[in-house]
């Protein structure tokens, strides 16, 4: 009978790109024996389609490939491997017991529907070679079925549908168990054939458009702990300032949560130290954290709703009276509306793989409202360009502003995109930023241009419709038209 002590442990890699804080690596690393790390590009188990599973967008593929580089090498520092696979998971993680006759798999649990699917064919499959499976909680602060509310008039229950009552319950749990630190080292495992990264092509090369994104962004575990020291460090003014994209003030780890570069238990036990160690700093913590907790917040109505980024919430809004405007929608895409603020986010986004939260909101709402084109256009659009593209928050955020979803905005809330730009970037600094043909603009007119006299433009060396576009739509109009719309379903 072979020694199960020194028979190697599978660790099956997936959205926790790191060590610390890794449940399944601290576990596997503490039975002492050769652990195999494991990543598999899984786009062919069965269970991912009927269950609401969504390829990555090219943002995020990118992202992909440039953290797996960064886990490899820490991997290698402590004497680990990273292997890569692609394939069914289930057919994938079989191959691999079978090859280094491994006793155990561990995986960190992923709480979406498809997701658990899937790491059920994998126990299914293991269980006839008798090897031995665990999963550990991972990606959340709670799990959702610890915050659950009865249904009317039913026996069944639900997660919360609105944000304060849910925070405060998961706040009132009393947090999350103490990250766990990285291991220091890991016993040597047999060699395995591993995929070469650069065979998935997931980074993009004819055209390769990801240059704003390298000039952005250092994907992997160790930028994810520097940007929470320094955010945290520099935090003072985060709740007056966070809706100010003309100043950089954000935490800017979005993208490192979304893959596992950093846990939500690490960024909990971070700023409760960080508010006990500085009290005035306390309500912009709390602030940053209630960000957080919105995070967990779509993840746990992801739980509830696998098919969230197709399905109306609110079932009323099958019947809106969505516009088909192919034009619109190109010109919104590629930052062309005439609309200043508007236009700086979505070139902020094709350029960088993520958008000021603020300005997500405003771009958001004109789609759906002005232009009455359906939010999930626009949240395939962001799945596709935002290197942070969440399969929870990403579709709860446009259900939001459309107000088809959870807790929602309210129908008659339009943006005015021009008093949107002038109140949160007061000096034209961000519109600056990402529309040079407008720099020369005068700060008056910077958020509205057609206001500005012949005069004005020629100086600035503009000719509307030609260097700038005009408006697409008129504000008022596509208002006027965005609340008869609304109208129309409510009296439905």
Not at 175 to 187: E, H, R, S, V
Request: hydrophobic share 40%; charged share 25%.
């Amino acid at each position: 009978m072979t020694d199960q002590s020194q028979t190697p442990t599978i660790v099956w890699f997936r959205d926790d790109l790191r060590l610390s804080d890794h449940p399944a690596l601290h576990a596997a690393a503490r039975r002492n024996a050769p652990v195999i790390c494991l990543y598999i590009l899984d786009e062919q188990s069965k269970a991912l389609k009927p269950r609401q599973a969504r390829p990555m967008g090219g943002a995020t593929r990118w992202w992909l490939a440039q953290s797996l580089r960064a886990l490899s090498a820490s991997l290698d520092a402590i004497g680990g491997t990273l292997v890569l696979r692609k394939g069914a998971a289930a057919d994938v993680i079989v191959d691999v017991a079978r090859a280094v006759d491994a006793s155990h798999v561990f995986w960190n649990e992923i709480v979406q529907a498809p997701h658990l699917a899937v790491a059920d064919g994998v126990t299914e499959a293991l269980a006839d070679l008798d090897v031995g499976t665990q999963s550990f909680p991972d990606d959340l602060l709670a799990h959702p079925a610890t915050i659950r509310a009865k249904e009317t008039g039913t026996k069944e229950s639900r997660g919360l549908r609105v944000f304060t009552p849910f925070w405060r319950r998961v706040q009132a749990m009393g947090g999350p168990a103490k990250p766990l630190p990285a291991p220091k080292k890991l016993l040597p495992a047999p060699k395995l054939k591993s995929d070469k990264l650069a065979d998935w092509a997931l980074e993009p090369s004819k055209p390769d458009w990801a240059g704003g994104l390298r000039e952005t962004w250092t994907p992997g575990e160790a930028a994810a702990q520097k940007h929470l020291k320094r955010f945290l460090r520099e935090i003072a003014g985060y709740s007056s300032d966070r809706d100010r994209p003309d100043r950089e003030i954000t935490s800017r780890l979005s993208p490192h949560l979304r893959f596992g570069e950093i846990s939500p238990r690490q960024i909990w036990t971070a700023a409760h130290f960080a508010a006990a160690e500085h009290p005035t700093h306390s309500s912009d913590i709390a602030k940053f954290m209630s960000e957080v907790g919105w995070r967990e917040f779509c993840r746990h109505l992801l739980f509830d709703v696998p098919d969230l980024a197709t399905r109306n919430l609110q079932s009323s809004f099958d019947e809106f009276p969505w516009k088909t405007d192919r034009t619109a929608l190109r010109a919104w895409q590629r930052g062309l509306t005439g609309y200043p603020i508007v236009d700086a986010g979505m070139r902020e986004l094709w350029h960088t793989g993520v958008m000021h939260n603020r300005v997500r909101m405003v771009v958001a709402s004109f789609l759906v409202k002005h232009l009455l084109i359906d939010w999930r256009e626009g949240e395939k659009w962001f799945w596709d360009t935002l290197v942070d593209a969440d399969a929870g928050s990403n579709p709860a955020n446009w259900q939001w502003v459309a107000g088809s979803g959870a807790d929602a905005a309210p129908y008659f809330r339009v943006f005015n995109p021009i008093l949107q730009g002038e109140k949160f970037d007061p000096g034209g600094v961000y519109v600056r930023r990402w529309i040079p043909e407008l720099t020369e603009l005068s700060t008056k007119h910077i958020h509205q241009p057609w206001t500005a006299s012949p005069l004005e433009l020629k100086n600035a060396g503009i000719t509307l419709g030609k260097d700038y576009p005009s408006p697409i739509v008129d504000h008022k109009v596509g208002r006027e038209r965005a609340l008869k719309a609304y109208t129309t379903i409510r009296n439905s």
